[in-house]
């Protein structure tokens, strides 16, 4: 195994334009799962982002929030203003394992790993994060539901690696975040469930669904369902926007089935006197 | 030290990393295997056994240590990655502190203990944390199967004091 361990983004920005293969190393908390027994893994070359003190920090502009990206789950519960601002990324930080990996898992390293599971990236989503990918020539902001192209496949190059994600201040009349794991604390997500409204907007919903496709993934034929005023009197009446929108699969957490009657109920109940034609 | 039944899964195949940290007050300078688990390196190379390896995969706390004054999964991370920082186990933690959770009947097979203590002695040092966190949320990265979670938290109690407005 080789590991490189630079101290600025500069310095990484230059090994992996050197490196294509070098796998970016935030909070590892995903990496070393079972580490002793996936040897084959132990014979990659990884860049360690870990001291990069210029990512890890939260910026506050006048029209938008910025984490750097090594800002942890359990920065963002610290941040006084985030749980008025921006409440679902505090309840979907509280949902992430416990606070041995809140103080370690890192919101970019959500985005990278690029499970469909991802319980920070749905909410990110729901208030329109964009993502900075900087490289050495350069930077670009990806709008993060344009940033996966299939499962654990991204926009991202090899020499890019994310700096920053972005979210517009906006006002928000209603949001919620829906977690269905095996349990409350420690589990991974069978369905989730992140949705937004922005206040007197054109388009105001967004609805971002987890573990129910190869990517987290914005679902649009749901949001124009609910803009478009067309009655739901019940869960079933979600049906076939949910199967326009994702494509849930049986694996050993739970069925595609499940998934698909739990979404439905998730979106009929949380939205239930919110949205005025789901009554 | 007793030498360990287990064998030590560290090997010293590849070049070796040079790294500095602190552990329990004391600098440690030592080469590390780059593939090697916090975990490994303080139970097999530094010879502090307290630490335990439950689940490895993050979910039980069993490994649990203090990283920069944060509670961290010690299977979770690579050693390299603690290079300049201060690293606290369950043996820098007084024996004595126990007797809250020995009178509450806290432990019994003992597999838990370490990381119930080091999680909770975190609790302990910073009790702010209690105004915008149940106890028991901060302890659910410390899985039991054989006491149950109210002996733990009872344990807690007597050892902290009861969080404001009483909820545990």
């Known amino acids: 195994m080789n590991v490189f361990m630079p101290n600025t983004l500069a310095e990484a920005c230059d090994l992996c334009a050197k490196q294509p293969d070098l796998i970016p190393l935030a909070g590892a908390t995903d990496l070393l799962v079972h580490w002793p027994l996936r040897q084959s893994e132990h014979d990659k070359s990884y860049l360690d982002l870990s001291k990069l003190r210029e990512l890890r920090k939260i910026t506050w502009a006048a029209d938008s929030l910025t984490l750097g990206a090594l800002t942890t789950y359990w920065d963002v519960l610290q941040d006084s203003r985030a749980k008025s601002e921006f409440p679902l990324l505090c309840e979907s930080a509280r949902q992430v394992g416990a606070i041995q990996i809140q103080s370690r898992g890192t919101w970019a390293g959500n985005i990278a790993n690029g499970s469909p599971a991802a319980d920070g990236v749905p909410v990110l989503m729901a208030y329109d994060a964009s993502v900075t990918l900087t490289s050495k020539s350069g930077a670009r902001s990806v709008p993060l539901h344009e940033y996966y192209t299939g499962y654990r496949k991204s926009v991202r190059r090899t020499d890019e690696l994310i700096s920053t994600i972005t979210m517009p201040l906006r006002k928000y009349d209603f949001s919620v975040f829906h977690k269905v794991g095996a349990r409350r604390a420690q589990a991974i997500t069978k369905i989730g469930l992140a949705v937004t409204r922005e206040a007197s907007a054109a388009a105001p919903w967004r609805v971002v669904a987890n573990s129910v496709a190869a990517t987290v993934k914005r679902c649009p034929a749901i949001e124009q369902l609910l803009q478009s005023a067309s009655p739901i009197r019940k869960p079933d009446d979600f049906s076939s926007a949910i199967a326009a929108d994702v494509t849930p699969i049986d694996d050993i957490r739970s069925t595609a089935d499940y998934r698909r009657t739990v979404l439905a109920r998730l979106l009929y109940h949380s939205l239930n006197g919110v949205c005025p034609s789901v009554t | ?168």
């Not at chain 2, 030498?3 to 899964?9: A, K, Q, T, V």
């Not at chain 2, 070049?15 to 688990?37: H, K, M, W």
């Not at chain 2, 979910?59 to 201060?86: M, S, W, Y």
């Not at chain 2, 949320?137 to 109690?157: K, Q, V």
Request: charged share 20%; net charge negative.
């Open chain 2, 1 to 168: 030290m007793q030498e360990h039944f287990i064998p030590s899964p560290i090997h010293d195949r590849s070049a070796a990393v040079s790294i500095r940290f602190n552990l329990n007050g004391r600098d440690v300078d030592i080469p590390i295997d780059p593939t090697e688990r916090l975990l490994d390196t303080l139970r097999y190379r530094l010879k502090l056994p307290g630490s335990k390896e439950g689940c490895g995969e993050g979910e039980c706390g069993a490994c649990t240590v203090i990283i920069d004054d944060l509670p961290a999964n010690a299977c979770l991370i690579p050693t390299f990655q603690v290079r300049g920082c201060k690293v606290r186990t369950i043996e820098s933690i007084p024996a004595s502190s126990l007797q809250p959770m020995l009178e509450a009947g806290a432990t019994q097979c003992g597999a838990c203990t370490p990381g119930v203590v080091v999680t909770a002695n975190w609790i302990k040092e910073h009790s702010d944390v209690l105004a915008s966190n149940t106890m028991r949320a901060l302890m659910a990265g410390n899985l039991c199967r054989c006491t149950g979670y109210d002996g733990i938290i009872d344990g807690l109690e007597k050892w902290i004091g009861k969080p404001p407005g009483g909820r545990s």
